[in-house]
C-alpha cells in the first residue's frame, strides 16, 4: 500500500525536486495525524458494526422512501446489500485514513461503481448522504476519545462523496 510519503516523495522524484515548503508542511502534518490515524482505525474497527446499523438508521429515517416498496433498498435482500455497502465505504476509509491518501479508494471501491449503481438503479444522493453520516458518526467517536482535531476524518469520506457525485459517464 503507498502511503502519503511514498506518494508525496514519488511525485517530487518525478519532477526532480527538493522537497519545498508544501512538501515539509505536509509531511509535518502527517507526522502530526499519524497517531491519530491510527486511533481513529482502532475506533472504526471496534465499531463497525454498530457505526454501520446506526447510519442505516438514520439514513432510511431521513429517506424512508428507500426501503418503501418501490425504493431501491426495498426486500430484505437489497436492504442487506444497502448496510453491505455502507459497510465496503467505511473498511475502506479505514484504510485510506491510516495510509493517508485515497488512492486506494480509487482502486478498490469507485472504479465503475457509478456505472454499477446507474444500472441498478441505486440512487447516489443517498449513498452519498450514507456516506456522510458515517463520517459525522466516525468523528463524534473520535473526538470522544479524545482526539481535538478530528478534520483529516473527512478525507476518505468526502473523496467518495465527491467522486460518485461529480463523475458522469
Ligand atoms: C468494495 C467495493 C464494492 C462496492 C462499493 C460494491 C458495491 C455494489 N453495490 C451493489 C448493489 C447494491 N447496492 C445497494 C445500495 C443502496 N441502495 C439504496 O437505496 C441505498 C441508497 C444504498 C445503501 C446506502 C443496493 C440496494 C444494491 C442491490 C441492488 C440490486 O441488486 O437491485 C453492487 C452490485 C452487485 C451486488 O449486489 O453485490 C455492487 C458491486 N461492491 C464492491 O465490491
Do not use: H, W
Not at 442487506?80 to 476509509?93: E, K, P
Not at 450514507?130 to 463520517?135: D, L, N, P, T, Y
Not at 476519545?145 to 465527491?162: C, K, L, N, V
Request: charged fraction near 25%.
Amino acid at each position: 500500500m503507498r502511503d502519503a510519503i511514498t506518494t508525496l516523495i514519488r511525485n517530487y522524484d518525478i519532477t526532480g525536486r527538493y522537497l519545498d515548503r508544501d512538501a515539509l508542511d505536509s509531511l509535518k502534518s502527517y507526522f502530526n495525524t499519524g497517531t491519530a490515524r491510527v486511533a481513529a482505525a482502532g475506533i472504526i474497527n471496534a465499531n463497525a458494526a454498530s457505526i454501520v446499523k446506526q447510519a442505516g438508521s438514520q439514513l432510511f429515517d431521513e429517506i424512508p422512501e428507500l426501503i418503501r416498496p418501490g425504493g431501491n433498498a426495498y426486500t430484505t435482500r437489497r436492504y442487506a446489500a444497502c448496510l453491505r455497502d455502507m459497510d465496503y465505504y467505511l473498511r475502506y476509509a479505514s484504510y485510506a485514513l491510516v495510509a493517508g491518501n485515497n488512492d486506494l479508494l480509487d482502486e478498490r471501491v469507485l472504479q465503475g461503481l457509478r456505472e454499477t449503481y446507474n444500472s441498478l438503479g441505486v440512487p447516489i444522493g443517498p449513498t452519498v448522504i450514507g456516506i456522510q453520516i458515517m463520517k459525522n458518526i466516525v468523528k463524534e467517536q473520535v473526538a470522544a476519545a479524545g482526539i481535538e482535531d478530528t478534520s483529516f476524518i473527512d478525507q476518505p469520506f468526502d473523496y467518495m462523496t465527491r467522486e460518485l457525485s461529480e463523475k458522469d459517464i
